[in-house]
């Protein structure tokens, strides 16, 4: 059942039930964080593997005290600069978070989200929220309230409505290794990270390595429609699948295929990320046999969206 009734939400959560919500980035599966029966739900109702560690949502900065411990002077930093907002720190775990949010790992990830309905929720109750992105396991996530009724409406009381999100990509994840280190590409730009921080960690990708390897969850496939999606120069590969019936998803440019996502008419990132993974849900359902994607300029929000582009695209 869709609604905006924060007080219905809260009496469900306070209950030990699991909640679809809004934020900033993506709608989320939330529940309480302390309470490891609830958090158990949300991996049965994603299918998620439990090796895949939930983010923990708070609503107020005394909260953090009460899920990490040790706080780096950098991590403090970008909290200062970016929270509320679209950023995930991974950070020493105080004991009283159950091993079943954390995949059993020693740390959690924790941001505080931006979106005035997630917020008043999480300032109305005495516990944080733990909260994957609130789509089946590897699917595409959900960016407004009937992207998560679609698929798990059957399985959850309550989706919390609160519009269509504002970002669009889910939160930058960083680590502390102990350097900063980029985990995951996501809301906030890597240049805005640097400019607050200074340069992060050698990312483990420009090593061969999959930035994964640090961060269980950020798996090769991910975000992934059911339709292949190639990303690529469109141009060409509008040749090589002519015949096919193919839907495109581009920056700026309407390439005239069967079905077109042009993210954003006049090239502003920001709407493009806000756009892409509804498009990717449309062209999923639209009856097209391949996606191509155009690559995005590899700087601010073009970062997250063409890994979420290339995870899509991976099998
Ligand atoms: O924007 C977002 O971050 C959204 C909204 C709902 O807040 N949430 C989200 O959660 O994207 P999810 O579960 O789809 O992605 C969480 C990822 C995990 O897959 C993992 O890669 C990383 O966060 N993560 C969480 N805890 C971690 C930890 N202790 N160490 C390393 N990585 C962690
Ligand atoms: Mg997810």
Same mark, same amino acid.
């Given at each position: 059942?869709?609604?905006?009734?924060?007080?219905?939400?809260?009496?469900?959560?306070?209950?030990?039930?699991?909640?679809?919500?809004?934020?900033?980035?993506?709608?989320?599966?939330?529940?309480?964080?302390?309470?490891?029966?609830?958090?158990?739900?949300?991996?049965?109702?994603?299918?998620?593997?439990?090796?895949?560690?939930?983010?923990?949502?708070?609503?107020?900065?005394?909260?953090?005290?009460?899920?990490?411990?040790?706080?780096?002077?950098?991590?403090?930093?970008?909290?200062?600069?970016?929270?509320?907002?679209?950023?995930?720190?991974?950070?020493?775990?105080?004991?009283?978070?159950?091993?079943?949010?954390?995949?059993?790992?020693?740390?959690?990830?924790?941001?505080?989200?931006?979106?005035?309905?997630?917020?008043?929720?999480?300032?109305?109750?005495?516990?944080?929220?733990?909260?994957?992105?609130?789509?089946?396991?590897?699917?595409?996530?959900?960016?407004?309230?009937?992207?998560?009724?679609?698929?798990?409406?059957?399985?959850?009381?309550?989706?919390?409505?609160?519009?269509?999100?504002?970002? *669009? %990509?889910?939160?930058?994840?960083?680590?502390?290794? #102990? +350097?900063?280190? $980029?985990? !995951? @590409?996501?809301?906030?730009? &890597?240049?805005?990270?640097?400019?607050?921080?200074?340069?992060?960690?050698?990312?483990?990708?420009?090593?061969?390595?999959?930035?994964?390897?640090?961060?269980?969850?950020?798996?090769?496939?991910?975000?992934?429609?059911?339709?292949?999606?190639?990303?690529?120069?469109?141009?060409?590969?509008?040749?090589?699948?002519?015949?096919?019936?193919?839907?495109?998803?581009?920056?700026?440019?309407?390439?005239?295929?069967?079905?077109?996502?042009?993210?954003?008419?006049?090239?502003?990132?920001?709407?493009?990320?806000?756009?892409?993974?509804?498009?990717?849900?449309?062209?999923?359902?639209? *009856? %097209?046999?391949?996606?191509?994607?155009?690559?995005? #300029? +590899?700087?601010? $929000?073009? !970062? @997250?969206?063409?890994?979420? &582009?290339?995870?899509?695209?991976?099998?």
């Amino acid at each position: 059942m869709i609604g905006s009734d924060i007080g219905k939400a809260r009496r469900l959560l306070k209950r030990g039930e699991v909640v679809a919500i809004p934020t900033e980035t993506v709608y989320g599966l939330a529940a309480n964080a302390f309470d490891a029966d609830a958090v158990l739900r949300i991996f049965e109702i994603k299918q998620r593997p439990s090796f895949d560690p939930l983010i923990v949502h708070i609503g107020r900065m005394e909260q953090l005290r009460d899920v990490a411990a040790n706080i780096p002077a950098q991590a403090q930093a970008l909290i200062d600069r970016f929270w509320p907002g679209p950023l995930t720190l991974v950070l020493q775990k105080q004991r009283r978070v159950p091993d079943v949010v954390t995949s059993g790992l020693d740390t959690v990830g924790v941001r505080m989200p931006a979106h005035p309905m997630a917020l008043e929720l999480l300032r109305s109750l005495d516990f944080p929220l733990a909260a994957p992105s609130a789509n089946p396991f590897g699917y595409v996530s959900p960016s407004n309230a009937q992207h998560v009724e679609d698929q798990l409406g059957a399985l959850v009381p309550y989706i919390l409505d609160g519009g269509a999100c504002d970002v *669009g %990509v889910e939160s930058t994840i960083i680590g502390f290794d #102990p +350097e900063p280190v $980029l985990y !995951r @590409a996501g809301g906030v730009p &890597l240049e805005d990270i640097e400019a607050a921080i200074g340069p992060l960690g050698v990312p483990p990708s420009s090593q061969g390595e999959d930035p994964g390897m640090r961060s269980p969850g950020m798996l090769a496939s991910h975000y992934a429609p059911r339709i292949p999606v190639i990303v690529g120069d469109v141009q060409a590969l509008l040749h090589h699948h002519a015949g096919k019936r193919i839907g495109i998803i581009s920056f700026m440019q309407d390439h005239r295929a069967d079905t077109n996502a042009v993210l954003s008419p006049g090239g502003d990132a920001h709407e493009a990320a806000r756009n892409l993974f509804a498009a990717l849900r449309r062209l999923d359902t639209s *009856g %097209v046999q391949v996606i191509l994607a155009e690559v995005f #300029p +590899e700087h601010g $929000l073009g !970062r @997250a969206i063409n890994d979420r &582009l290339r995870r899509a695209a991976a099998r």
